[in-house]
């Protein structure tokens, strides 16, 4: 039988605020274990949290990227459960009165061939039921410690830490929709800077919900629950896997179980974990130590005013304005800071099409060869937009100009230093070039010869002599006019 996959998200994004979000205690990653702790965090008898503010800003920028609605009143409530890196024993989250609701996205997705080439851009509707804020727990460490062999350790460094849960409607058919959402969802939070979005630093955390059924059927089937994706690649290889593995047990007419699982990396395989069917009833109730999330409309239309450009409306608009192709336009939003840098070349330039080819060729395989990002870059946008323009005024060539791109890049010079130091830039005296495609001329008698006796092919011949005789700085208009006209 033909089987159709069912997919929802639930994505824990990390906020990058500097303090946690009911204490002064540092999130900075890397510290001492249990050295940004304080009572609050550590859940001491009768510690008060007090909101952060800033979380509250960055969960809002978040949901309203997401289109969602923001609640003009949302309510904290206790998450109880017992884990050993949670010491409250409960989490302070939101349940039945989140932060914001009802969202969509109209996601840029792709279907691929084998290889993971796109075949076809589509767009598709994903609907987002919610995002809230919630606390962090700690870590448990079970290795690297002096007597892991025999203990395990808690470090609640993490304690704290301000989250934004993002939960879609099992909207996604494949994991190559769902890894396009999160690469959507990565992209806007960083460009929103409200998320670093590492998931290898567990910034961006990812559980996926997948069940299947028989294409053409509208009932969900048992849904397993695939947590702590913590990499693009692990998403979709468990994804894959569970789709797989519930087709087949289907086949064979098993019942699939509803439960939790966890993807093995070195085994490409998903475990079960625990069982849905004794999971836990956290007994949610408000948090009686806050007091309900209030914001007026008119506090809510004022934050959605204050939003930046997003990534697909910026993407959209280099395409419009600088008549960009679809590709380019992708890699050049796909960081903002990138975007950035190409507007002011472009700006600089004049000439946005010859920016975004240096930007897009020249530029980021200099910033490869060298593991720098764009923020790092030697050559900044005020350099590169200046040499754009030197070729535009025929001061040097395209040639030549990669060559003193490289320079530029390896010595910090502005482009007519560089040119300068690298022999001057290209040679547009009518002259001097007349002198040498005289010699060029004759000093090949055989070639002219051949070339008026109707070998035209021949031309590209003594364009190449010039080129070669000034080291390729020959103005290649004035070089083809001027053979044209000496060859008759
Ligand atoms: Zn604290």
């Known amino acids: 039988m033909d089987y159709e996959a069912v997919i ?34 550590t ?10 503010r800033k979380a509250v800003e960055y969960a809002a920028k978040a949901a309203l990227s997401l289109n969602l609605n923001i609640n003009t009143t949302s309510i904290f409530s206790r998450k109880n459960y017992f884990y ?33 080439h796109i075949e076809q851009w589509r767009l598709k509707r994903i609907n987002i039921t919610r995002l809230h804020i919630e606390e962090d727990a700690g870590k448990s460490l079970h290795e690297g410690m002096p007597e892991s062999a025999t203990k395990s350790y808690v470090d609640l460094n993490r ?21 396009d959402f999160v690469q959507h969802l990565r992209r806007t939070l960083v460009y929103l800077d409200v998320c670093d979005g590492n998931m290898e630093e567990g910034n961006l955390r990812c559980d996926a919900n997948v069940s299947v059924r028989p294409v053409g059927t509208q009932k969900f089937g048992n849904r397993v629950e695939i947590k702590n994706l913590n990499s693009f690649r692990f998403l979709q290889r468990a994804i894959d896997y569970e789709i797989k593995r519930q087709s087949e047990a289907t086949d064979k007419g098993e019942r699939i179980v509803q439960e939790t699982r966890l993807w093995n990396e070195r085994e490409n395989k998903t475990y079960p974990m625990r069982s849905k069917e004794d999971a836990h009833d956290y007994r949610y109730f408000p948090e009686p130590d806050l007091p309900p999330l209030v914001f007026s409309a008119a506090e809510i ?6 939003m930046p450009e997003l990534p697909d409306a910026k993407r959209d608009r280099f395409i419009e304005q600088f008549n960009l192709s679809k590709d380019d336009a992708l890699v050049l939003t796909n960081q903002r800071e990138l975007a950035d840098y190409f507007e002011e070349v472009a700006r600089i330039s004049g000439n946005a099409k010859a920016a975004s080819n240096w930007v897009l060729n020249e530029l980021l395989r200099e910033l490869k060869n060298h593991e720098h990002n ?6 900044s946008a005020q350099m590169l937009g200046e040499m754009v323009k030197l070729i535009g005024a025929g001061t040097i060539s395209g040639k030549i100009a990669k060559d003193v791109m490289v320079r530029m890049y390896e010595t910090g010079k502005t482009a007519l230093e560089a040119t300068e130091e690298l022999g001057g830039g290209q040679i547009n005296d009518t002259a001097e070039l007349e002198r ?17 006796a109707g070998k035209i092919a021949l031309f590209g011949f003594f364009v190449g002599q010039v080129m070669k005789a000034t080291q390729g700085k020959a103005n290649p208009q004035m070089t083809n006019d001027l053979l044209k006209r000496l060859l008759g």
């Not at 010491?87 to 996205?105: A, C, H, L, M």
């Not at 764009?374 to 050559?379: A, E, L």
């Not at 040498?436 to 008026?452: D, F, L």
């Open 436 to 452: 040498i495609a005289a010699e060029v001329i004759s000093t090949n008698p055989k070639q002219v010869e051949n070339y008026k």
């Open 159 to 179: 304690s704290g830490t301000p989250l934004a849960e993002i939960v879609t409607e099992p909207d996604f058919r494949s994991s190559w929709e769902a890894f």
């Open 84 to 116: 050993p890196d949670l010491p409250k024993g409960y989490q302070i989250s939101q349940f039945d009165r989140p932060f914001s609701e009802k969202g969509t996205v109209d996601l840029e997705t792709a279907d691929r061939d084998k290889e993971g």
């Open 43 to 52: 859940g001491q008898p009768g510690a008060l949290p007090v909101l952060n």
């Open 301 to 306: 239309e004022r934050m959605r005013r204050s």
């Open 8 to 41: 929802g998200l639930e994505i824990h994004a990390q906020l990058k605020t500097e303090s946690k979000i009911f204490c002064g205690c540092s999130t900075r990653f890397g510290d001492k274990p249990n050295s940004n702790t304080c009572a609050v965090c």
């Open 374 to 379: 764009i923020t790092q870059s030697p050559v």
